[in-house]
């Protein structure tokens, strides 16, 4: 369905608001919920809006009444440099509230302001889910409970409450890097229609402690992008200026997260279909009439300089000479058509093609610059098809490397070439060959998919699990993190988050038109926590502080776990203080 079909413009309902004529944000239109519950009992409600702060780990659902005590404050405490998140919602028996929402700059008591733009409002909307079930296979929608998802971070600041509905707003805090530190106070206000405003006071302690830019944080995050996804959603033709304008504002999110790999399409469907928008070869590969081959690398050239220059420059990931049914695609001049072969690592069709391939493609990278941080990339092929490619490879193309999404304990068998290896959740790697392929600086992370009930990023995973995988990172003495899909989306992303395999939102984790989501937020939290981790240990050691440095680790080491625990939430939020007590102690 096209987006258009499901864009609509909000009734403009003026309202006066301190002398000023304020209209509703235009938005888009829910899905309808699958499953509403039946059971509340929403008329022994007061009358008028119920507004309360809440906790960033619980999802609402839009049918039940909040079960949470009143609170009118929020404290929230941050280094500077650091993004925080603040979570409110509302509910109501009545009919529709219009509702407006305003945040004050922070003051501090020595009268430093921070301005109000350090927060940035966004009412969360809800999408399809499913369950988790049995995790990963194809999936029809009859078998599978479906239910509505608070995930969608809208950015207005203004909303038409429905009666017997529940309703978050995130608020996303990003202090300044240069701010002084000290206590900030500032005021959340909802004024509604019809009724009295509601005031919260929002408390932001900095700490004389600085996060450096997400360019220069040392996780390694990669999570796989889809420019292709966008063309389609957005309608617009691959790789013109448009399609360049609407990557641009979501690829800066990614960057602005931490993002440290370019991932690159060498062949056309390296993963065969398994997305709804299939990824189409940077590469135009052509077999002219006489049996030589030719190879336009401009939309190569242009997608890597292009996510270089918002920040993501560290790697290089290219898939893949081993792709999912060893399928590939180029152009017969000869023929004058597109032709598919399917090429075994190891079988004379498979040289044919590689070879003239790396010769041309490691010569044109040596004039870029770009050889020492590209890797040949594979994702989870076994052990016989991947000794086969490592050999063709060492032959005509050994500088590259290979970074690799590993489900077989593959490091032990070629501990060399895996220059950046991501294992699986829950299949650690010995603490020897960790600190081994760290002395050569090899890169090893780990991944969660569709077979991992915990932790997660499915639109119903609790928010908490996003946190937890950073924090899970540095326990088990990871590198970072690995995700298959940024935004691989589903037809309609922003109604419906199942697809025809896997649990609903394994595809994806932002959402078009550059909207994030509780679930980016959180995992990108996590990622904050494991660099404050870092900084930490590196300053306690420094600082001679053991004692600290050791409470810090007992701390970590509690998260080197693969079940969650039932108090996730509270071990989580412990933890958040520690480093910031630490990080007071290594200050002063």
Known sequence: MNRILFLFSVALISFSCQKKEVLIAQTYQEPIDPSPSTTENWSELPKGLQASIATTNHRFVKSVIPKIQQKNTWTGTAWKGE???????????????????EISEFKSDSGDILPSNTAQISFVKYVITDEFANGCGYRKPEDFDASL???????????????????????TIDVPADAKSGTYKSVFTLQIDGQDSKKFEFTLNVIDKTLPPATDWKFHLDLWQNPFALARYHNVEPWSQAHWDVLKPLMKRLADAGQKVITVSLNKRPWGGQTFDQFEAMIDWKKKSDGTWEYDFT??????????????????????????????????????????????????????????????FKGHIETKGWSSITRIAMDERGPKEMKAM?????????EFGVSFADNHKSYKLYPNELKDMSVA????????????????????????????????TFTFSPP??????????????????????YNSWVENPLQDSRFRTWPAGDTYIVYPDNRSSIRFETLRDGIEDAEKIRILREDLQAKGMLDELDHLNNVVAQFNITTSPDNLEEVLTDAKSTLNLLAKRVTD
């Open 83 to 101: 993004r925080l998140s603040a979570q409110l919602v509302l509910w109501s028996n009545d009919s529709t509230h219009n509702v407006f929402t």
């Open 149 to 171: 998802a608070a995930d969608v971070l809208e950015p207005i600041t203004s909303y038409n409450i429905k009666a017997q509905e529940t309703r978050p707003i995130w608020v």
């Open 299 to 360: 939309v190569f050239d242009n997608w890597v300089q292009f996510m270089m220059d918002l920040g993501v420059k560290k790697q290089i990931s290219c898939y893949s000479m081993v792709p999912w049914g060893n399928e590939f695609y180029y152009f017969d001049e000869a023929e004058n058509k597109e032709i598919k072969i399917k090429a075994e690592p190891g079988t004379k069709a498979y040289e044919d093609i590689w070879v003239p391939f790396l010769k041309d």
């Open 390 to 398: 490592l050999k063709l490879l060492n032959e005509h193309a050994p």
């Open 425 to 456: 959740f829950g299949h650690p790697v010995d603490e020897e060959d960790l600190v081994s392929r760290r002395a050569k600086n090899h890169i090893s992370t780990h991944y969660v998919c569709c077979s991992d009930a915990f932790p997660n």
């Open 464 to 485: 908490a699990e996003g946190v937890f995988i950073g924090w899970y990172t540095m326990a088990a003495d990871f590198d970072g993190f690995l995700r298959w899909a």
